[in-house]
């Protein structure tokens, strides 16, 4: 065994590395197209089979109106400027341009306004929970979306054969029974369908419109916002609620925003302009020309449109758009997960990688079974998608809202945007957001407090965990010293060193380890070589790889190494210190220990912050935590856990 005292000054080095790719550059050419095509299945699955479902709530639905004339040009002209101020102007002109590094979605535009950090440091608390429960609330569509997608598309059963109306149901669980079953063997060679079978939908929804439009092209005159404005002065407090049902059309919205990772903004708009907008466009204004020739077919005008011979063909195509716009939202609720837990806003949940060449494709256990069984109670109890359509809508239109909210900020934090006129467009959204809003509210009682209690309980478990990781790491600052005055101690003192590598896993840079206390505790020892482990998320989906890590090398074989991950990204800590360089020595993975601490949460009367029936809540979450050794990709076999019990 060897002795050794600690020399003065530690060195500071930053080990830099080559970026682990070029900056994306803008895709041109075949690429474009190739990526434009891939985003019609990726990307527009949800807003595509609105059809399915929109126009038949307008007229037929709960919240309906009578399908004259003037009703039929009215809801028209609200859907067509809906999908033109919010979906072409809102999300493709302006959401689209606050990408982080490349990322979209909510949570990526709260981390762009104000920084996720454990100690809360530097954040913003009221934008932090805007943007968490803008995410929370997406949960909800989650779960919607496959339901009112799956079911609205078998309901076309009832105009084919209405004998079979009551396998409607079970028809539609055992679809999305297999849908969540198939999930855990990767959908990137389902993927690989999803631009084909989109593409014919579109192209198919367009025919549709068309072959209707030529007997009554008098519809086409909805294109003036004249009939909507007289809708609502005809209509009064009904035309208001008839927003509810108009909102369907456009709930893809976010979708469209949180997959801009996937493609870039270019292809995504360049789908919309080219194929997506004008499709839909010509298939609602179809389904309006039959409703003016035949008021009665109300009851489901998008089948009503298609011949007799064409309907279980049309059933099995709406089907599969069903299934790959369900597939975008459970794909976007694995990434959503995987962002909220690099952010410190979930406890970690088990990832699985389904392949080897895209990262994006994840799975997550936990998730999925959670998801399939909310789908399956959803259609249970709701039945038809008439009545679940009261209930979608509520959650992403509270999303919208948000939505805004933070654009505003990084319009004009982070661009540097004028005040006024920032304000005036955010103003403009916000009177249509808050319009939708309102129309939807109104259904609060029909089904639109589900997706609103979901989105509450997991922004409350959201909002728990990361109070409780704050708590937890505000008592580890004061129960623990500054590493630099253990290591004067250290120094002082005659403490045996032995043969190998300790790295201990720190999640406060510049406090002590509470592993490395117990260690010295029980074991009495040190390893010849000790490093000291943090791992951060920044507020960016990916770092580069010249950025990953950084290093402080100490006297007497002592090193500090700051590991860097964005929040797209799963740690792989052995995997990165494989490659530290500048240390005065090599970690050898054969010959290094990891120690960890394992916290035990016990909740006590003692004050924290927050209420005890939340201590107890953050307790459970902590328990049934995955591990970190885990998490981090740390061999288990290499790990000696130290635990400890944490009251709060």
Not at 114 to 140: D, N
Not at 222 to 234: G, K, L, R, S, W
Not at 252 to 270: N, S, T, V
Not at 552 to 571: D, L, W
Request: hydrophobic share 50%; proline share 5%.
């Amino acid at each position: 065994m060897k002795k050794r005292r600690f020399k003065k000054s530690p060195i500071d080095i930053h080990h830099t590395f080559a970026d682990d790719q070029a900056h994306r550059s803008e895709p041109t050419g075949s690429y474009l197209a190739a990526l434009s095509f891939a985003a019609l299945g990726v990307v527009y699955g949800d807003i595509g089979t609105s059809p399915l479902y929109a126009i038949r709530e307008c007229f037929h639905g709960p919240h309906s109106v009578a399908p004259s004339a003037q009703n039929v040009l009215g809801v028209l002209s609200l859907i067509f400027w809906s999908l033109i101020i919010v979906i072409s102007i809102k999300y493709l002109v302006f959401v689209l341009r606050a990408d982080n590094k490349g990322e979209g979605g909510i949570l990526a535009l709260s981390a762009l306004a104000s920084p996720f950090t454990p100690s809360g440091t530097g954040e913003r608390w009221k934008i932090i929970a805007l943007g968490i429960m803008g995410a929370a609330l997406l949960y909800g569509d989650g779960i919607l979306t496959p339901a009112i997608s799956v079911l609205s598309a078998m309901e076309g059963i009832t105009v084919a054969a209405p004998g079979l109306t009551p396998f409607i149901v079970p028809a539609t669980i055992g679809i999305i029974v297999g849908l969540f079953f198939i999930q855990q063997k990767g959908t990137a060679k389902i993927g690989r369908l999803f631009g084909p079978i989109t593409s014919v939908w579109f192209a198919v929804l367009a025919v549709m419109g068309i072959s209707q439009i030529v007997h009554f092209p008098s519809v086409l005159l909805a294109v003036n916002p004249y009939y909507a404005i007289h809708f609502f002065i005809e209509n009064g407090g009904r035309g208001f609620v008839i927003l509810g049902s108009v909102f369907l059309v456009v709930t893809g919205g976010e979708a469209l925003y949180a997959d801009m990772g996937h493609f870039g903004a270019k292809p995504i708009r360049i789908a919309w302009f080219a194929v997506v907008l004008p499709s839909l466009l010509l298939n609602y204004f179809g389904q309006g020309a039959l409703l003016l020739e035949n008021p009665h077919e109300a009851v489901n005008p998008f089948y009503h449109l298609a011949p007799d011979w064409a309907l279980f063909p049309l059933i099995l195509l709406a089907a599969s758009a069903a299934v790959i716009a369900s597939q975008a939202v459970i794909s976007g609720a694995f990434s959503l997960t995987m962002q909220a837990i690099q952010l410190g806003l979930l406890p970690r949940f088990r990832i699985q990688h389904t392949s080897d060449k895209e990262y994006g494709q994840i799975y997550l256990p936990a998730i999925n079974w959670a998801l399939m069984i909310g789908c399956i109670l959803v259609v249970l109890s709701f039945r038809s998608s008439s009545r679940l359509a009261s209930a979608y809508g509520i959650a992403v239109t509270s999303t919208m809202v948000i939505t805004t909210v933070i654009f505003y900020v990084v319009a004009r934090d982070q661009w540097g945007w004028n005040k006024w006129l920032t304000l005036l467009l955010c103003a403009l959204f916000m009177v249509i957001d808050a319009a939708f809003f309102g129309a939807n509210v109104i259904k609060l009682f029909d089904g639109g407090w589900l997706p609103l209690s979901m989105g509450a309980a997991i922004y409350l478990g959201m909002s728990t965990w990361k109070k409780g990781r704050r708590v937890i790491q505000k008592h580890i600052q004061e129960d623990t010293e500054l590493l630099e005055e253990f290591l004067e101690k250290v120094r002082a003192s005659d403490i045996h060193r032995v043969n190998g590598t300790a790295i201990f896993m720190n999640g406060n840079a510049t406090r002590t380890p509470v592993a490395l206390l117990h260690n010295l505790m029980h074991n009495k020892v040190l390893h010849q070589n000790v490093v000291f482990v943090t791992v951060k998320t920044r507020p960016i989906p990916y770092v580069q790889r010249r950025e990953r890590y950084g290093i402080q090398v100490m006297p007497e074989g002592f090193a500090r190494v700051k590991i860097y991950f964005g929040f797209m990204e799963e740690p792989d800590v052995p995997k990165i210190l494989k490659t530290v360089k500048g240390l005065g020595f090599r970690i050898d993975p054969s010959d290094s220990t990891y120690f960890l601490g394992r916290e035990t949460i016990i909740s006590t009367s003692k004050p924290s912050g927050m209420h005890q029936w939340r201590e107890k809540l953050f307790a459970f979450m902590s328990r049934n935590a995955r591990s970190a050794t885990s998490y981090f990709k740390i061999p288990p076999n290499r790990v000696v856990e130290l635990g400890e019990q944490l009251e709060i």
